[in-house]
């Protein structure tokens, strides 16, 4: 991948290749929720310190998993039950993937003696087996569905010279980060960027990159090999990467890019029964290069 900054001071341009890009198929899509959830353990007779830690993360991973239960019963509005009773299935046999241990604490209980208590940041999976078989549509309109994410270009073929347009759309609204991963394995951050900061997108709506204040094309030119364009989105604000600016785009700087975006912001709700949640997706276009 090349970088060459333009003559004329409002466009840059940073020079990607593909002359073949597979933009209606999507190589790579999950679907997550994220949260914070605490669990707690108590040492008795027949525990050591570290079962009772251990305990204690299991019971706040299961917690984690009932929270994200409660936000689709009263979060997402579902009104086809077999597709509620699908989704309700796929999420009770999630895996949970503790993101960040927030805080982990031993304490004194007058009738359980020595407990520790812990709190995490955590994704839940739901069972992707049950999803793709309960999905009869890929429908990008309906809101009342957890967050999905659709990320295509403008054709499927490129010759060296012509430009690559990105479209970006979901069904409900969300901010995303889109990489774009080349050849050589770099990465760069396409949005945000220097010169576009706004990344909350309305739901049913398509966006196109660039587009606004954006200051880079997308041009065909060589190295080739395989690349991928990589949206992550969530309904809160997204983690932050370690980026260096480059022209009119960020270069990416961390390495495990997919677990920095998931330290999302978790927004509290106005309502304290209800479960603080980010819903979560990540999606990747496979870009195909060659003469």
Known sequence: ??????????????LLISVCIVSDKLLYAAQSTITEAQGYACMGDD????????????????????????????????????????????????????????????????????????????????????????????????PDKPLKIAVWTN?????????IIIYIKGNKPFYASVLYKDANGSMLQLLPNPYRKENYFNGGAVYTLPSGEDRYDLEVTPPFGEENIIVYAS?????????????????????DTGMKTRGVQIKAKSSESRPETAEFFEVSAAVKTGN
């Open 155 to 163: 054709n499927k073929k490129y010759r060296k010279g012509e430009k």
């Open 1 to 14: 991948m090349k970088y060459y900054a333009a003559k004329n001071l409002m466009l840059f341009c940073f």
């Open 235 to 255: 309904t809160s604000p997204l983690g932050q990467l370690d980026l260096a600016a480059q022209g009119g785009v960020y270069q990416v700087k961390t390495k």
């Open 47 to 142: 525990k050591s310190r570290k079962e009772t830690e251990q305990s204690a993360v299991a019971d706040s991973k299961r917690n984690a998993a009932e929270t994200v239960l409660t936000h689709l019963s009263s979060e997402t509005t579902i009104k086809n039950f077999e597709l509620e009773n699908d989704l309700v299935s796929a999420y009770s046999k999630a895996k949970v993937k503790i993101i960040q241990q927030i805080d982990g604490v031993w304490y004194k209980e007058a009738s359980a003696g020595d407990c520790y208590k812990v709190k995490i940041k955590a994704e839940v999976i739901p069972d992707d087996t049950v999803l793709k078989a309960s999905a009869k549509d890929d429908n990008l309109e309906n």
